[in-house]
């Protein structure tokens, strides 16, 4: 897969088949539109050509208007490229997400970018696409300019996942509540974090279950629920068991404010300032406040437990 950054760098795409949108996660449902694309190019003798937006839209338009958005991302733009090339695309074009670019009107953004540095021969999108100032234009605009500039259009209606249709808020959701298998389901991946390994409190060794303390390499992704999970590591080219917090350890009233930190089961290796990935399989249980330290050693070792049995009956199932 080639990726572009600049528009005026673009080759001349052969008969593209494109799509467009921000791909957050790159979903079932995401796929599905690759899938579709790929057929269609092989019928037209084409290219896959997907463009997307960084930084993403809501978050741009936010920090024009002076705000801060609340959105968080479900992968990096660099996790987003690493999963579109394994669906087989052949083209990703990051656009840069200007002021001047959000104030297009709809016949602009078709005529002035879509048409002009794509020369699409055809355009494949999702039953929702929204495009230009205001979010005002949308796939009737596209079938406007269907003639004119000799493209054809495929629409993709709602995915289902056992019910569910998948979408990206639907799976930013599951994660805010903690539901890291549904997400995971929907996704169609384990949903994960990946950081370098700080120094922390120290206080997990003292405690009996010492931890990694995870700074995040990006701080546009999701958070989980605060909580207890079970979880796969990924660090020093193996992968472990283990389970991994996330909260403001009331425990121990600090003012460090949220902490994401890892137990590694039957690790004992100095792994500070390395990178280390982490794959949330099921939620344990909430953070809570013990009365001592002892109360919650002991519940950590419960915890040990419950998330050995989890990751263990994944193993027996692969």
């Given at each position: 897969m080639k990726i572009y950054r600049e528009l005026e760098q673009l080759p001349t795409f052969k008969n593209a088949v494109l799509t467009i949108g921000s791909f957050d996660g790159v979903h079932p449902g995401h796929r599905h539109i690759i899938e579709e694309m790929l057929h269609e190019a092989k019928k037209l003798n084409g290219e896959t050509v997907l463009i997307t937006f960084y930084p993403h839209p809501r978050i741009a338009l936010a920090e024009q208007k002076g705000a801060h958005?609340?959105?968080?991302?479900?992968?990096?733009?660099?996790?987003?490229?690493?999963?579109?090339?394994?669906?087989?695309?052949?083209n990703l074009?990051?656009?840069?997400?200007?002021?001047?670019?959000?104030?297009?009107?709809p016949e602009d953004y078709i005529e002035s970018f879509l048409v002009k540095y794509f020369h699409p021969a055809q355009i494949v999108i999702g039953y929702d696409h929204r495009f230009g100032k205001g979010r005002s234009g949308d796939i009737e605009y596209l079938?406007?300019?269907?003639?004119?500039?000799?493209?054809?259009?495929?629409?993709?209606?709602?995915?289902e996942v056992d019910g569910i249709a998948v979408s990206s808020t639907?799976?930013?959701?599951?994660?805010?509540?903690?539901?890291?298998?549904?997400?995971?389901?929907?996704?169609?991946?384990?949903?994960n974090l990946s950081g370098t390994?700080?120094?922390?409190?120290?206080?997990?060794?003292?405690?009996?279950?010492?931890?990694?303390?995870i700074k995040l390499i990006d701080?546009?992704?999701?958070?989980?629920?605060?909580?207890?999970?079970?979880?796969?590591?990924?660090?020093?080219?193996q992968s472990y068991n283990g389970m991994l917090y996330i909260g403001s350890r009331p425990s121990i009233d600090t003012d460090l404010g949220k902490t994401i930190e890892v137990n590694i089961f039957d690790f004992s290796d100095d792994i500070y300032d390395h990178k280390i990935s982490v794959e949330?399989?099921?939620?344990?249980?909430a953070d809570i406040k013990f009365d001592s330290l002892t109360d919650l050693s002991a519940q950590l070792e419960k915890d040990m437990y419950a998330a050995k049995n989890i990751l263990d009956s994944i193993e027996k199932t692969i």
């Open positions: 958005s609340d959105l968080k991302l479900l992968c990096a733009l660099e996790e987003k490229a690493k999963l579109l090339e394994s669906s087989g695309l052949d074009v990051v656009v840069p997400f200007t002021k001047e670019f959000s104030e297009q009107s079938k406007k300019y269907q003639l004119k500039y000799n493209y054809q259009l495929l629409e993709i209606s709602k995915q639907k799976i930013r959701n599951a994660l805010l509540n903690g539901n890291v298998a549904l997400a995971a389901k929907m996704l169609g991946y384990h949903y390994v700080v120094h922390g409190l120290h206080l997990g060794r003292k405690l009996g279950f010492p931890t990694a303390n701080t546009e992704k999701l958070i989980p629920e605060d909580g207890i999970y079970a979880v796969k590591v990924s660090c020093v080219g949330f399989i099921d939620y344990i249980r």
